[in-house]
Structure formats: C-alpha cells, structure tokens
C-alpha cells in the first residue's frame, strides 16, 4: 500500500501565500504523476496542477501563473507553492500519486488538507 500524507495547509489573507507538501511512503518501485486537485463546498473536484516524473507539468487555467508544482524523486515528495492566493482558491487540496508498487499498478489519494483564503 501506498500512503500520502499532505501538510501545509491553512488560513491566509488573500494575496498571500502557502506551501502545501505530499509525502509518499510504502514499498514504492517507481511514481508516475503526482498531482494536486481540490474540491470546494458543493463543487466537484477538479486538478490544479500535475508533474510527471520526467518534470513535465500542466495546470488548471485558474491556477496559472500564481500556483507552482514541483517534486523530489529521491524524497517521493510532491510540493504546490500557491502564490496570490484569492478567496476562490479556499478548497480541500488532494494529493494524488499513481505508479508502480510490488509489481502493480497503484493510485492513491492523501486525506486531504484545507486551505481558506479569507480576510
């Protein structure tokens, strides 16, 4: 089994910032993506930003240019730097990691971490 675990979320102001962290954990061979979504009250969950683990990255539109994703492969550790933070980023963050585990697929979600943006 494959475990995540997200730290870093909070309350801030808007225009602030926050960096949220994902470590995997377990008897990984190799992660595929990592990833962040979110899902805000009465929405669906959408994807905020991914990164291979070849470093390609690709984001949601509302996100660009504000949020960063990047990974340590050596830590298995997935990060989202979110800058300019508005109060239509206030969601639960998700992380998300897929690959391969004791010879099988696996995907696997964190528990979950609120971030508010709030004045």
């Known amino acids: 089994q494959v475990q995540l675990v997200e730290s870093g979320g909070g309350l801030v102001q808007p225009g602030g910032s926050l960096r949220l962290s994902c470590a995997a954990s377990?008897?990984?061979?190799?992660?595929?993506?990592m990833g962040w979504h979110r899902q805000a009250p009465g929405k669906q969950r959408e994807l905020v930003a991914v990164?291979?683990?070849?470093?390609?990255?690709h984001y949601a539109d509302s996100v660009k240019g504000r949020f960063t994703i990047s990974r340590d492969n050596a830590k298995n550790t997935v990060y989202l730097q979110m800058n300019s933070l508005k109060p239509e980023d206030t969601a639960v963050y998700y992380c998300?990691?897929?690959?391969?585990?004791?010879?099988?697929?696996?995907?696997?979600w964190g528990q979950g971490t609120q971030v508010t943006v709030s004045s």
């Open positions: 998300y990691a897929d690959g391969v585990v004791a010879g099988a697929d696996f995907g696997s």
């Open positions: 990164v291979t683990s070849g470093g390609s990255t």
């Open positions: 377990g008897s990984i061979f190799s992660i595929y993506t």
